[in-house]
């Protein structure tokens, strides 16, 4: 069953794919359409779609890209464990920070491999020189008849649930690779002209404590 949370989506001028207006509020049931950035649309058809469910600090993420299997390039199966540069093929990713107006957050890369990676930034793009270990997050991929199905859980940075604290604001994104090697950039919201996954204007789903 989904979580009952409510959360937020907000974006400026050109609105996530599906919504309209300056908020949307719909139940944690819903699953979220990601589309591609302009600059470059997928040679193929493409659909892809994420739900969420959060029990305590844990926040589960249930990915859906609908498209012809044979035109996609999904990873080989490897050993679960991090790895770095997981974008450079077909990934999914989650940019996580706390909903207060500072510049620091937290980047999750899930790949279809198994693989996955965590990086803590103190500012856009300014990688903390020495992180704590991250809590490692739990994979489980398949594949399907018209596309792919992907859960990932994570625990949430700074899992406080006192009522002084101001919750997440979240951006959901994926980067595509068709087997002819070209890459798709996906997200809720596209705030720059090229695709730019750390800009927090991309961080757009605002989820409360509690």
Do not use: K
């Amino acid at each position: 069953m989904w979580h009952s949370h409510d959360f937020h989506v907000t974006h400026g001028p050109g609105p996530c794919r599906g919504h309209s207006g300056a908020a949307a509020r719909m139940s944690a049931m819903t699953p979220l359409e990601l589309s591609s950035h302009p600059a470059s649309p997928p040679p193929t058809r493409v659909a892809l779609r994420v739900g969420l469910q959060r029990s305590g600090p844990l926040l589960t993420l249930f990915w859906r890209v609908d498209a012809d299997p044979a035109q996609i390039a999904w990873p080989a199966p490897q050993p679960p464990g991090p790895a770095d540069e997981l974008w450079q093929h077909t990934c999914f990713e989650a940019f996580i920070r706390t909903d207060d107006g500072s510049a620091g957050y937290t980047e999750f890369n899930f790949s279809p491999s198994g693989q996955w990676a965590c990086y803590r930034f103190r500012a856009e793009r300014e990688r903390e020189p020495s992180p704590p270990p991250p809590t490692p997050p739990s994979l489980h991929f398949q594949r399907l008849i018209d596309g792919v199905q992907m859960v990932t859980q994570l625990a949430l940075p700074d899992p406080a649930t006192d009522e002084d604290h101001p919750g997440w604001r979240v951006g959901l994104n994926a980067v595509v690779e068709t087997t002819d090697g070209h890459l798709s950039y996906w997200a809720l919201h596209h705030p720059a002209p090229r695709p730019d996954f750390h800009h927090p204007g991309g961080h757009v789903l605002h989820w409360p404590a509690g």
